[in-house]
């Protein structure tokens, strides 16, 4: 996963170094959105003394908005929502039903752009605001996911198909984690979700 963004990042600035032997424009458009279909997989870790918790990963579309201060800077916002199944794992056997929590994670990101001809990679960092929401509780009577802040590493490539259309591929790493509050325990439990984000998708330049 780590060395698929490496590898983003440095075919952008081997393209970027071929490009600037042959673009003398300085033409671009300042807003673009993108729609795409992306799989969110999350990779909790062991947080939890004596059990593992195992998050289901989720299909569901995704839209976002670039604005461009120059040709290679910009900043996006990426909106999407998202089901996830929760279990939890004891260890030495067994398991419990932590039923499914919704994932809205608005994240901003700074990007840089790089151009090669009809391929356009960029690479990106910032932050995310990811609030826990339609929980069902599954086999126990209550539990509540504090909403938090955290980081997120983006890069991707598009590709253009005219003027006005272009494709998109994107990848994406949140480093997120949340307060967990079973039955109303004054004892909490923090869980690292930490989602890799793969995006297919179509965009359009305005």
Same mark, same amino acid.
């Given at each position: 996963?780590?060395?698929?963004?490496?590898?983003?990042?440095?075919? =952008?600035?081997?393209?970027?170094?071929?490009?600037?032997?042959?673009?003398?424009?300085?033409?671009? &458009?300042?807003?673009?959105?993108? #729609?795409?279909?992306?799989? #969110?997989?999350?990779?909790?870790?062991?947080?939890?003394?004596?059990?593992?918790?195992?998050?289901?990963?989720?299909?569901?579309?995704?839209?976002?908005?670039?604005?461009?201060?120059?040709?290679?800077?910009?900043?996006?916002?990426?909106?999407?929502?998202?089901?996830?199944?929760?279990?939890?794992?004891?260890?030495?056997? =067994?398991?419990?039903?932590?039923?499914? #929590?919704w994932l809205l994670p608005p994240t901003? &990101?700074?990007?840089?752009?790089?151009?090669?001809?009809?391929?356009?990679?960029?690479?990106?960092?910032?932050?995310?605001?990811?609030?826990?929401? =339609?929980?069902?509780?599954?086999?126990?009577?209550?539990?509540?996911?504090? &909403? $938090?802040?955290?980081? $997120?590493?983006?890069?991707?490539?598009?590709?253009?198909?005219?003027?006005?259309?272009?494709?998109?591929?994107?990848?994406?790493?949140?480093?997120?984690?949340?307060?967990?509050?079973?039955?109303?325990?004054?004892?909490? $439990?923090?869980? &690292?979700?930490?989602?890799?984000?793969?995006?297919?998708?179509?965009?359009?330049?305005?």
């Open positions: 996963m780590r060395n698929l963004l490496l590898y983003v990042l440095l075919l =952008g600035f081997v393209f970027n170094l071929n490009a600037q032997e042959t673009d003398t424009t300085d033409d671009y &458009n300042k807003w673009q959105a993108r #729609v795409r279909l992306i799989s #969110v997989i999350p990779s909790p870790g062991d947080d939890i003394e004596g059990a593992d918790v195992d998050i289901s990963t989720a299909f569901v579309p995704e839209i976002d908005f670039t604005y461009f201060f120059n040709k290679n800077l910009a900043v996006e916002l990426i909106l999407g929502t998202a089901k996830h199944d929760v279990d939890l794992n004891i260890d030495g056997g =067994g398991s419990l039903d932590l039923g499914h #929590v901003l &990101n700074l990007q840089y752009h790089f151009y090669a001809d009809d391929f356009k990679p960029y690479v990106g960092a910032g932050v995310n605001y990811t609030i826990f929401y =339609g929980i069902d509780e599954g086999d126990l009577d209550d539990i509540d996911y504090d &909403n $938090s802040f955290g980081f $997120s590493l983006q890069a991707g490539l598009d590709y253009n198909l005219n003027d006005k259309w272009f494709l998109n591929l994107d990848l994406k790493k949140l480093f997120l984690k949340t307060d967990v509050t079973v039955n109303g325990s004054p004892d909490t $439990s923090e869980v &690292n979700i930490d989602p890799f984000i793969v995006g297919l998708g179509v965009g359009m330049k305005f």
